[in-house]
């Protein structure tokens, strides 16, 4: 095991009806002035921000409201919302929304109390040393958002989508309720079992040893349950007890328990699918979830792939229940046959991303993996990824 | 899934040397008087409480030595310790020890603030409402003290061996440092891994419902790596990376992780134990394999045993990897093997506790279960059970 710092200070409510705390989580976080941070308009036509909103009133708590978060949240929003927090004298942020308003919510936390532009967090490797606390209120499972330090954004005019991450930004408490995922688009919540399974996996196939076996042991139980979750949502998306595993198991997904101790895991597959929904739009989920057999094979071609061999097919194994030496062509249709039980693609073509959009994302994602020294990525490599992935 | 409240504020340095951190992080926390607290002498003999002290001199932090706590801690150490605390004006305590250890210090640096007696916090519910900050050098792995609230402290004059919890007797920071633990004798090892089975079993046999999945995987991916440990450290003690596995292994058995949202978990085995180490001073985790199998033998005939009895047959198959339908009385079995394989006692007899101890040891832990609310736990009952054990 290799050596490691945990630290997640989360607090978290799961629950059917947890929601309705949220007013009174601000109040016990002593706030005088909220930032109520929101997406597109779904939580208001469901009914649950003008409940958030109520719950502040009937407490006297002032807020200001931010709301427009779009998925691949950007720059520019968060930007303004750090005007209006200082505006205002926001001394707490409450996100209302999915993985998208989270992040640009932490971000906006982080931003009102810097000295500098928020974007020197993403990328020059600015430092968060303080940010205002953060309450969170998630209505989608998928990203983990609600029980991690990091934030994902694109800066529009660069095209650039990357993240920082921080102590400070933690959610103070998360409000996890599963009834409001019931209602969902079936899309979403594919997309969401989508990006949870590839924040396990990334770490899974890319961690160079074979041990350590508790990491490995608790990484599969989360995949098993993912997968469990997709068939049962499948046959019946209003199953209140698979929507609350789901979201438990992709919060537990991405909140650093699975991978401490498990050495350096890279995200190659989340940085090249940042340049395509940076580029197209697709939602992050999809993305993922179309481009990981190609990736797979492009990576089972590159030198010291043994390793990467043996974790795939353990996958296989113990996840989708293959026969022992069961190969590493079978763990892949495997997963790609879970993708198309789910329901989100398999493929580029699937998902809709048009070949003619391949060199922009190469570009963006070379750029990103020099930034961050994944000397591998070139545009040469990242097309080879994407034309395997089509 | 069950509504439930998660949150876990510790600080883990998991990494071999990361124990000569200690001042540092003494120094981290502002520390100015440091109550330096630590048991029977391992720690001094070996060189670590030396190292510990020269650190803390050198960074100029005074510290108080509160030397001598026991296995099985008593309330008479205890509150020498928070006079101590009072005295010297400490503020913060460090634990240099195993689960006895840092289980004593929270019963101190919570009762240095309180204005009532230390055991109220224990009988009588009076709730923790402040602590002294608690730092942690851990030497044994075994009973999860190192990441969470919980405290055990029998109480010498009415033998009552009993516990509290609290978020603000979470150790601040913890350092695991799997080094420490390559010399111990082998008992110390066995009782730890039989301990920290112990942790997910009780939660696991006695959860009523037969969902939900996520927290079944988690403490089967726990159990087979403890089972792993056990069989690696058997074959070589100074297997430093079977030390690392099994150091958070342990942890991660009572962090509260595996448990969120399975429901409410009675320990009805630690209570029977609390009650045998109470009267005859055998280590815990040796109670506990001493007692496990004729518990569930007793538990087997009890009402409701359906659940129980799917719960068993399953650890057999996801565990010990028999077969389907492997009926009980294999799992049974199999779970005595492993304990002897492990070599900690599977019976009373093995464990050496006399007959003539049996109707004491039933008369506290029916005591216990009475102020428990767990009236299945008769004195009858009791003696039912340890007569299975013998």
Redesign the interface.
């Given at each position: 095991?290799?050596?490691?710092?945990?630290?997640?200070?989360?607090?978290?409510?799961?629950?059917?009806g947890?929601s309705r705390r949220a007013a009174a989580v601000c109040q016990e976080l002593g706030a005088r002035h909220v930032l109520l941070i929101s997406g597109m308009g779904s939580a208001r036509r469901s009914g649950l921000l003008d409940a958030v909103e109520e719950g502040l009133r009937a407490l006297g708590i002032p807020f200001t409201a931010h709301e427009g978060v779009r998925p691949n949240p950007v720059l520019g929003h968060v930007r303004e919302g750090i005007a209006k927090a200082r505006d205002c004298g926001a001394d707490l942020v409450l996100a209302v929304g999915g993985g998208s308003v989270v992040d640009s919510a932490k971000a906006v936390a982080a931003g009102a109390l810097a000295d500098h532009d928020v974007w020197d967090f993403f990328e020059g490797g600015a430092p968060v040393r303080k940010a205002l606390p953060l309450v969170a209120v998630l209505t989608l499972a998928a990203t983990g958002s609600e029980m991690n330090g990091g934030s994902v954004v694109t800066r529009e005019d660069t095209r650039n989508k990357t993240f920082f991450s921080s102590l400070h930004t933690h959610p103070r408490v998360s409000l996890l309720d599963?009834d409001l995922t019931l209602g969902l688009p079936w899309e979403q919540t594919a997309n969401g079992l989508s990006d949870a399974f590839a924040h396990l996996l990334e770490p899974y196939l890319n961690t160079p040893l074979r041990?350590?076996?508790?990491q490995l042991?608790?990484k599969?139980?989360?995949f098993?349950?993912l997968v469990?979750c997709g068939v049962r949502l499948k046959a019946n998306p209003q199953d209140l007890?698979a929507r609350?595993?789901f979201m438990?198991?992709a919060t537990?997904a991405l909140n650093g328990?699975t991978s401490?101790?498990a050495g350096p895991a890279p995200y190659p597959v989340h940085m090249v699918e940042h340049a395509i929904s940076a580029v197209t739009d697709l939602a992050h989920g999809a993305g993922l979830s179309a481009i990981y057999a190609g990736w797979i094979r492009w990576r089972l071609e590159q030198p010291q792939a043994e390793d990467f061999a043996f974790h795939l097919e353990r996958l296989g194994q113990k996840v989708f229940a293959l026969p022992e030496s069961c190969g590493v062509d079978a763990a892949v249709e495997a997963l790609v046959a879970w993708y198309r039980q789910v329901g989100t693609p398999a493929t580029l073509r699937e998902a809709g991303v048009a070949e003619s959009h391949f060199p922009e994302i190469a570009f963006l994602a070379a750029r990103q993996a020099r930034a961050w020294g994944m000397g591998a990525y070139t545009e040469v490599a990242v097309m080879e990824i994407l034309e395997l992935a089509h």
């Open positions: 095991m290799n050596a490691f710092t945990f630290v997640n200070p989360t607090r978290i409510e799961f629950g059917s947890v599963p041990r350590p076996i508790v042991e608790l599969e139980g989360l098993r349950s469990d007890e609350g595993d438990w198991s537990l328990m401490a101790g």
